[in-house]
């Protein structure tokens, strides 16, 4: 199995199995104003004001699937599956560049309190994987995997830099919330998380600028590249993710570290504040009072700092002058791990590069704009957008999102959400879902709905328990009648 089909069948098979957008976790329910703790997440500001005077996430899943070539109907997704159908539908024979996004998150037990009515805590934990495919020359994948339907020889002229990249790592987080204004229409408040990140593992390959040309050897001995040039390089950190011996106590290894975190805004227009208002002049707690939100917020910043697998990491000039030959069947049923010893072998056509003893692997780091718009008492519009502010071209080792921007309904109740999130990302283009929260069990998919009636390019669902205390209304006492209030008793004759 060469190392694209492990790399796109191992991280299917892992989604799946969790039976769990793309810069949109938890579509839907990120935008009710009873995600509790899961809020956080989405903006640290969140954490003030909340719906809940404590809560729980006990444990929740979310994973995406997506890809800018295959696509599935839900009522054939079993056959979608199967053997080499979803990397025949990746790297296609019309020489598509592929592109596509794994991106697995798993909330561990986190929780939310209130320290008084302004200030809020929460205590996160999270576990997460990413599997980023950029750019990838079908023709060359297809060349190794030795599939018909090719016409040789052809000349490879891709400016594109092709890259792989896999990347895992565990979170603990430190949220303050802090009303920062709460009185009269206007309503501001902040947060900020700081984040531990510790590094499980993280590997790559990259191509940059091949020019070449392959041929079919007359002698029946495979394809081969000639007169050639380029970049090429593979790496590795922290545990090997590719190996095929790995087991749980692997991932409790965090040898890399890191330090990261978010910030956020949060602003509410309230035309109808005096109807929340106690006697004592105070706003009623667990109650949604504006007619218009919009929050900001930058999301993953950070970078984990790794150790160079020495052995496993290389990048080389290719230098393959015309008329010889280097036969890319080499490479095929090679895991990442064994691309550097191929390289290595071939010193006359791969020139070794120096290589930094450690390097840095930057989060997905997204900048986030939220607009919420309240129609009725518990009728809202949500509209979204989500950029990605990572780059891989001079560092293919980066985890990051797809941009995207979404539109999402939603009826919402303290014990009851149901939403219809309607996005489109540049990867997987437009797609359609449904959740529902009832209760603390909240599940649902951002692209549930495309599937189901069309083809869909991504596959995404989510499902969690949370539990929680709403905030109850303090009850105040009617304020003491003034002396000139006071009834006189009538004095008897």
Not at 252 to 272: H, M, N, Q, S, W
Not at 282 to 289: F, I, N
Request: no cysteine; proline share 4%.
């Amino acid at each position: 199995m060469n190392r694209t089909k492990k790399l796109l069948a191992g991280m299917t098979v892992l989604s799946v199995m969790s039976n769990v957008g793309f810069a949109q976790d938890f579509p839907g329910f990120r935008s009710s104003n009873y995600a509790g703790v899961n809020g956080v997440f989405t903006n640290p500001a969140n954490a003030a004001d909340s719906r809940y005077h404590w809560d729980f996430n006990l444990l929740s899943f979310n994973a995406n699937v997506g890809n800018n070539n295959a696509s599935y109907k839900l009522s054939t997704v079993n056959e979608f599956f199967k053997d080499d159908s979803l990397v025949n539908k990746l790297f296609p024979l019309n020489n598509r560049p592929a592109n596509a996004l794994v991106a697995l998150a798993v909330h561990a037990p986190s929780v939310l309190f209130n320290i008084n009515q302004k200030t809020s805590v929460a205590v996160t934990t999270r576990v997460r994987g990413f599997g980023n495919v950029s750019d990838v020359d079908s023709k060359i994948v297809n060349t190794i995997r030795n599939q018909d339907g090719i016409t040789y020889p052809y000349t490879n002229g891709s400016a594109n830099n092709m890259r792989l990249a896999m990347n895992g790592w565990a979170e603990a987080g430190l949220t303050v919330g802090r009303v920062l204004q709460d009185k009269g229409k206007h309503f501001f408040k902040a947060g900020i998380t700081l984040r531990y990140l510790g590094g499980i593992g993280n590997s790559y390959a990259q191509i940059n600028n091949l020019h070449g040309t392959v041929v079919e050897d007359a002698g029946g001995k495979g394809k081969y590249l000639t007169d050639a040039s380029g970049l090429v390089g593979v790496g590795a950190g922290g545990v090997n993710i590719n190996a095929n011996n790995l087991n749980a106590s692997d991932f409790t290894k965090l040898d890399a570290g890191g330090i990261g975190g978010d910030v956020g805004f949060v602003y509410e227009f309230r035309p109808d504040f005096e109807k929340y208002q106690n006697t004592d002049g105070s706003l009623k707690q667990g109650k949604t009072k504006y007619k218009l939100k919009i929050g900001v917020s930058l999301l993953d910043l950070g970078k984990i700092k790794y150790h160079t697998d020495a052995i496993n990491t290389g990048l080389y000039d290719v230098h393959i002058p015309n008329g010889e030959a280097f036969y890319l069947n080499t490479l095929k049923g090679k895991d990442i791990n064994e691309y550097n010893d191929v390289l290595k072998s071939y010193p006359q056509y791969f020139t070794p590069k120096a290589t930094a003893s450690s390097y840095r692997v930057s989060l997905p780091t997204t900048l986030n704009i939220n607009v919420d718009y309240r129609i009725t008492k518990k009728f809202f519009i949500n509209a979204a957008g989500f950029i990605s502010t990572v780059k891989n071209t001079g560092k293919p080792f980066n985890a990051l999102y797809s941009s995207s921007i979404s539109v999402t309904p939603r009826y919402e109740f303290p014990i009851f959400d149901f939403y219809i999130p309607v996005a489109y990302n540049s990867l997987t283009k437009l797609n359609a879902g449904a959740g529902l929260r009832v209760g603390p069990l909240f599940l649902g998919s951002g692209s549930v709905l495309s599937a189901l009636v069309d083809k869909s390019k991504q596959a995404d669902a989510y499902i969690g328990i949370h539990v929680g205390i709403l905030q109850k209304s303090k009850k105040t006492k009617p304020a003491p009648a003034t002396k000139s209030q006071k009834e006189i008793k009538p004095v008897a004759p």
